[in-house]
């Protein structure tokens, strides 16, 4: 049951024309962080910090920089660990 071209499940729908107001906000929100975060700035903001809190503000951000792991089942990591430790103890 395709839609014919300009069509859409939703008659109701945005009319077309109307901008995204969420991607405007995105784009918006990220304008003014390309402006107010240079590295540099951020480099002499994290300068100010003393020890223990430029560490906190560097965990924080590690979520951000490192991708996702994903959960892993115990069993299945239980098998995979005793097949690697056979593999390792193989004369």
Do not use: C, H
Request: net charge negative; hydrophobic share 35%.
């Amino acid at each position: 049951m395709p839609f014919e071209k300009g069509e859409s499940g939703n008659p109701a729908g945005r009319p077309s024309g109307i901008k995204n107001k969420d991607k405007a906000l995105k784009i918006r929100i990220e304008e003014l962080l390309e402006e107010e975060f240079t590295p540099s700035k951020i480099k002499a903001l994290l300068d100010e910090l003393k020890a223990q809190q430029k560490l906190d503000v560097l965990i924080k951000l590690i979520p951000y920089v490192t991708p996702t792991m994903k959960a892993i089942d115990a069993v299945n990591q239980s098998e995979n660990v005793n097949t690697l430790l056979e593999d390792l103890l193989k004369p």
